[in-house]
Nanobody, 117 residues
C-alpha cells in the first residue's frame, strides 16, 4: 500500500527556516523522480521542487530558487525540503509525491507551513 507521510511544517516568521521530511513506503521509491508540491488556500497545487531518482538533477520553481533545497535518502525512502528565508507567500500545505504525478495517485495529508510577516 502506497503511503506518503509529510512532517516538519509549522508556523514561522518571515526569514525563518523549516525542514520538511517525507517518509514514503509501499513501492520502490528510489526508482522514481520525486517532488515537493504545495497548495495554498484557494489555489491549485503546484510543484515546488523535484529531484531525479539518482539525485543528480534538480528542479526548483523560480520563486524558491536560492532559498529551498531538495534532497533524498534512497536507502531510507525519505526526502527532505530545507526551506530558508521563508516568505509569507510560501504559506501552504506541502506534499511529497512522485514527479510527475498522475490522476488517481495517492497523496498524503501534507504538512502545513504558515509564514507570518
Amino acid at each position: 500500500q502506497v503511503q506518503l507521510i509529510e512532517s516538519g511544517g509549522g508556523s514561522v516568521q518571515a526569514g525563518g527556516s523549516l525542514r520538511l521530511s517525507c517518509a514514503a513506503s509501499g513501492r520502490t521509491w528510489s526508482r522514481f523522480d520525486m517532488g515537493w508540491y504545495r497548495q495554498a488556500p484557494g489555489r491549485e497545487r503546484e510543484l515546488v521542487a523535484a529531484m531525479s531518482w539518482h539525485g543528480e538533477t534538480t528542479f526548483y520553481r523560480e520563486s524558491v530558487k536560492g532559498r529551498f533545497t531538495i534532497s533524498r535518502d534512497n536507502t531510507n525512502d525519505t526526502m527532505y525540503l530545507q526551506m530558508n528565508n521563508l516568505k509569507p507567500e510560501d504559506t501552504a500545505v506541502y506534499y511529497c509525491n512522485m514527479y510527475p504525478t498522475s490522476v488517481g495517485d495517492t497523496w498524503g495529508q501534507g504538512t502545513p507551513v504558515t509564514v507570518s510577516s
